[in-house]
């Protein structure tokens, strides 16, 4: 069985980026990804707008050409499928990478073995010297752990708010998703309740999403419940308790809270895949990310680095497409210098 220099397992920006400088490199290398080309981004809402200009979204040196001043999904999706026709990148898609074991013996480089299970349930064993986690962090949900959180009508991920005309819609969440979830449900035609622990919320909401959200919440065209969570989940309602106060006005004296939902989301963030990580051998901080040479990327794991929004653990605010798209460079250089 062949070794590779170099498994990349994640298809999205940053995993390109480390491709393409792979490719200028020489050094023989695959790209694994669980599902299509930038994954992550193909299951954003289709109407999404970037929260950054063109110029920052790019890799490899060509250029994302947009009419507007923030590129759409739609675009962001043509403009991977152009990287990687130009460069011709390998990737192997709906390959998902299961467990990653590293074999020291008999090597000057260690050999990983990286069993993966294709989409139609096809495994295999892929070999390598050296291996990228740039698997970002969309693909995994916070659950928040309460009962009747896996009911059929209820939703980690936001798509199309026409299926939801006349429904009642409870979204849990004080950031972007929930803010811009909650404003085309409510035009839609959805009767939309907001939830959310803090008192306000998040102070990084898109700038433009802003007004709009507090001024529907003012008119009362979207309710809203702040300093509250969520109890439990019922086939027509949501139960809501108090997530603390000093005074108890926000149910922090124990009240409980009933609302009717025909749907809910919760739309509470997402995470990378630490557990595939922690087979691996990675060890976590204590904001469970991995822990990492921030100069090299590379983790307690000789020869096993992370790019991307792989980086962040909990701190998922701190990594995007901007700066992650620059740690594959990084990395392919020092892995080029070790193979030379």
């Not at 170099?6 to 200028?24: D, Q, R, T, Y």
Request: glycine share 10%; net charge neutral.
């Amino acid at each position: 069985m062949s070794v590779r220099d170099i498994i990349i397992v994640g298809g999205g920006p940053s995993g390109l980026a480390a491709a393409i400088h792979a490719k200028k490199r020489g050094l023989d290398y695959l790209v694994l990804e669980q599902g299509v080309l930038v994954n992550s981004i193909y299951r954003f809402p289709p109407q999404m707008v970037f929260f950054t200009t063109p110029e920052l979204l790019e890799i490899g040196g060509l250029p994302l050409t947009s009419p507007y001043e923030k590129p759409t999904r739609a675009e962001a999706l043509i403009y991977y499928r152009k990287v990687v026709d130009t460069y011709d990148l390998q990737i192997a898609f709906e390959e998902k990478v299961v467990a990653i074991r590293r074999d020291p013996a008999g090597e000057t480089h260690p050999i990983f073995e990286l069993e993966t299970v294709s989409a139609r349930g096809v495994r295999r064993v892929r070999l390598a010297r050296f291996v990228i986690l740039a698997i970002g962090y969309y693909d995994h949900p916070n659950y928040l752990g309460v009962p009747g959180e896996d009911l059929p009508h209820v939703h980690h991920y936001y798509k199309e708010p026409h299926i939801h005309y006349r429904q009642r819609v409870v979204i849990v969440g004080g950031g972007n998703s929930a803010a811009e979830s909650a404003l085309e449900m409510y035009r839609a035609g959805a009767h939309v309740t907001l939830v959310h622990r803090a008192p306000q919320l998040k102070s990084t909401i898109k700038y433009w999403i802003r007004p709009d959200i507090e001024n529907r919440i003012k008119a009362g065209s979207v309710a809203a419940k702040f300093g509250r969570c969520v109890k439990e989940i019922r086939p027509t309602s949501v139960v809501l308790v108090g997530s603390g106060g000093s005074d108890g006005s926000d149910g922090s004296d124990g009240s409980e809270e009933e609302i009717p939902a025909d749907a809910v989301y919760l739309l509470t963030g997402y995470r990378a895949d630490t557990e595939l990580m922690c087979r691996a051998g990675v060890m976590l901080t204590e904001r469970q990310g991995p822990v990492h040479n921030p100069e090299t990327f590379e983790t307690n794991v000789p020869n096993l680095f992370v790019a991307g929004g792989a980086i962040a653990g909990v701190d998922t605010g701190t990594i995007f497409i901007e700066n992650g798209r620059f740690h594959g460079e990084k990395i392919v250089e020092l892995i080029a210098a070790r193979l030379r």
